[in-house]
């Protein structure tokens, strides 16, 4: 029980750690509304089971064994980082006339997006999976905490499991929290530059990710 609740507040803290997933969140939110920023969220959560499944497999073992493997991830995930940045950034310039004139009506309109809602999903899970960084916390952290006097495997997946609720349940606060506060809606012009200013971090994050060293 103690090293549940162990691993529950290192899990809580490095949620809750400034990092690509909230920007993505925030990105999301301001942009396109509460709806897609859920699917977002969904995404993170099912590629956090992936990170903790290969983990238990031995597979992300692999990402520090090999160099080039390791390298050939960041530099993936780093180049996406990029893409949904410039992307975020780019649409607030290119759709202005249309985001001002969608954010004077309902906050229910703010949800319908031109976007299929798996592809939502898809950034959410990409945004998780690519980062090396979440990989290294299952190869360092995530075994000292599995106990061996039981089933390992079903006590590993038991602290997976917590660590993609304290996902779903964070992100989902933050975005509630975001879209009551109704930026976008109320203000226009700041939920513009909310989502500018998110695809500059996300691009900061970019560059973080290929200066990192295993």
């Known amino acids: 029980m103690n ?6 507040l290192v899990a809580l803290l490095l949620v809750i750690s400034p990092g690509p997933n909230a920007v993505l969140i925030i990105k999301t939110v301001s942009a396109k509304g509460k709806t897609a920023a859920f699917f977002n969220i969904l995404g993170l959560t099912v590629a956090t089971f992936f990170h903790g499944a290969l983990s238990i497999l031995g597979l992300s073992a692999l990402l520090l ?4 493997l390791f390298l050939a991830v960041k530099v993936i995930g780093a180049v996406y980082l990029l893409f949904i940045g410039l992307k975020a950034i780019f649409q607030t310039f290119r759709k202005s006339s249309n985001i001002s004139a969608e954010n004077h009506t309902d906050e229910k309109l703010l949800d319908k997006t031109n976007r299929p809602m798996h592809t939502f999903f898809i950034e959410g899970f990409l945004t ?5 960084k979440v990989s290294m916390f299952y190869l360092a952290a995530f075994p000292q905490f599995v106990s061996f006097e039981q089933p ?24 509630k929290t975001i879209s009551k506060i109704k930026f976008t809606t109320k203000m226009p012009s700041l939920g513009k530059w909310i989502q500018r200013i998110s695809g500059i971090v996300m691009v900061y994050f970019a560059g973080l990710l290929l200066s990192h060293k295993a």
Do not use: Y
Request: charged letters at 5%.
């Open 3 to 8: 090293e549940i609740l162990t691993f529950s």
């Open 65 to 68: 064994q090999s160099a080039e």
């Open 128 to 132: 998780q999976i690519l980062n090396p």
């Open 152 to 175: 390992s495997s079903v006590n590993a997946f038991l602290l997976v499991a917590i660590h993609a609720a304290i996902i779903f349940l964070w992100f989902s606060g933050l975005t």
